[in-house]
């Protein structure tokens, strides 16, 4: 009984070291959301947009700073002297005086032309955001094709070490026959010659992998794990002309068309606004002293001051036509990006449906390669085959699995294509499950243009420290 309970502990050990390593194995592959997620992260192009949207809040900031009070001080020493005479009488007078003084001026009303202005802006940081999420789909789709050439140059050198070493089998064979006199030099050297040939397509696949992940470290900003083949295509559900009409409303790219039209509106608008005039507040305290002596001045002044134009050499009305024609032409821009957008959507499930044939019709010529492998083998022991005839059906079987495996590859590349064609190609679209860059949380610091002394002001230089960006 000793003997088998330790046999029945020492099988459990066993059990339990099988677990362990396949788990850890497990734990090893890299999926390909995993990837997704490390692009995201990563890049470096989207940092670089995410400031540029920053930027475009500011111009918020700035815009929204024109209706609020502008206070400014100056202050001056003048040394002020004088020579005169007077019949015959020379009299020297100097004097310094020190002045201080501080202006204040709000703008009252102007026919909404900053408002306006401040509108424009608004649109103008929505096309930052949207270019964003362009930006965003071309990081992640870029990701799927590293990842999956990756796999693909994996999968060639697999395939090409393997025929490498049934190569050697083969020349071996062919040696062995010769030596017995079934087959003659050339059946040798033809042999040879295939071996050579695969020796270089081997080194040949392995510089291919070596870029593919050269691309990868690039795409996804760290190397390569152990990639583990997705197990599924993404969801695709609906028709090709579904997808059409959700792509025309929710691409980022006609997106930003739509909201760059409505910026050029705005910008119209406030070129109009620009030829009435405007009502301002103004007001100014100072104080003049001279130094060294008693003298001295206090003043104030408040107003209310209206201006507008007159003639400026036609520059306003210029301004307004050019405002009108960029309007216009980004009008022209909205349609042509539904057109493309549209097209790029139809050229994705083409390529998507290609891919599907393809990959079937290359599952099949593996099977009948296979089947003609074995059978020029079997044959030409026999003697009903040459060597030539089984080093073409092994190249022609290696070629169908190449074909297989770079099928799947471009299968799941076009699929995803169908996403980034569709605008839903995105972490969020993709249930990725990491925390997303808040486009908004940046704007809502500062559209109100906080101070830099202000509460507001000192949080977002805490956030700015956080970003280093200071």
């Known amino acids: 009984m000793k003997q088998v309970s330790a046999l029945l502990r020492f ?3 066993l059990l339990a070291m099988a677990v362990s390593i396949a788990v ?11 990837t997704l997620v490390s692009a995201y992260r990563n890049s470096d192009l989207l940092d670089q947009n995410r400031a540029l949207l920053r930027a475009a809040d500011e111009d918020v900031a700035q815009a929204v700073s024109d209706l609020r009070p502008i206070v400014n001080w100056s202050a001056d020493v003048t040394r002020s ?22 202006s204040a001026d709000l703008l009252l009303y102007d026919f909404g032309q900053s408002d306006f202005q401040i509108e424009a ?6 096309v930052t955001r949207q270019t964003l999420r362009s930006i965003e789909q071309q990081v992640l789709l870029r990701a799927v094709r590293a990842f999956m050439n990756v796999r693909r140059n994996m999968e060639f050198v697999s395939l090409r070490e393997n025929n490498l070493r049934l190569l050697r089998q083969e020349l071996q064979a062919a040696r062995d026959r010769f030596d017995v006199g079934e087959v003659t030099r050339t059946d040798v050297a033809q042999a040879e010659a295939r071996l050579a040939e695969a020796q270089s397509g081997l080194a040949g696949a392995r510089g291919d992998l070596k870029q593919a992940v050269e691309e990868f470290r690039v795409a996804v900003g760290r190397p390569p794990g152990d990639l583990r083949q997705p197990r599924q295509l993404p969801d695709l559900s609906g028709d090709e002309d579904a997808a059409k009409a959700i792509a025309v409303r929710k691409h980022p790219d006609v997106l930003k068309e739509r909201h760059d039209v409505a910026a050029a509106e705005l910008t119209v608008k406030a070129a109009e606004a620009a030829m009435k005039p405007s009502i301002s507040l103004t007001g100014r305290i100072g104080a003049s002293e001279e130094l060294g002596g008693a003298d001295h001045t206090r003043s104030g002044s408040l107003g209310v001051e209206m201006r507008g134009p007159i003639y400026q050499g036609g520059l306003l009305s210029s301004v307004k036509r050019q405002a009108m024609a960029r309007r216009d032409a980004q009008r022209g821009a909205l349609h042509l990006s539904r057109l493309q957008v549209a097209q790029d959507v139809g050229n994705a499930y083409a390529v998507l449906r290609a891919a599907r044939a393809t990959q079937a019709a290359s599952r099949e010529q593996v099977r009948a390669a296979e089947v003609a492998f074995r059978g020029a083998r079997e044959e030409a022991k026999l003697g009903a085959r040459t060597t030539l005839d089984v080093l073409d059906a092994e190249q022609d079987l290696l070629d169908a699995r190449v074909r297989v495996v770079s099928t799947q590859a471009d299968l799941y590349i076009a699929a995803y294509q169908v996403l980034a064609a569709r605008g839903e190609l995105t972490v969020k679209d993709l249930n990725l499950g990491i925390q997303t860059y ?19 002001g000192r949080k977002l230089d805490r956030v700015l420290r956080a970003l280093g960006k200071d």
């Open 11 to 13: 099988h459990l050990l």
């Open 81 to 102: 002297f004088s020579e005169r005479e007077i019949g015959g009488v020379t009299t020297d007078t100097s004097s310094t005086d020190a002045t201080l003084a501080i």
């Open 121 to 126: 802006t608004k649109e103008t940081v929505l």
């Open 438 to 456: 808040d486009a908004s949380a940046y704007y809502n610091m500062v559209k109100d243009a906080p101070a830099e002394l202000s509460p507001q």
């Open 24 to 34: 850890s194995g497990a734990a090893r592959a890299e999926s390909l959301a995993d």
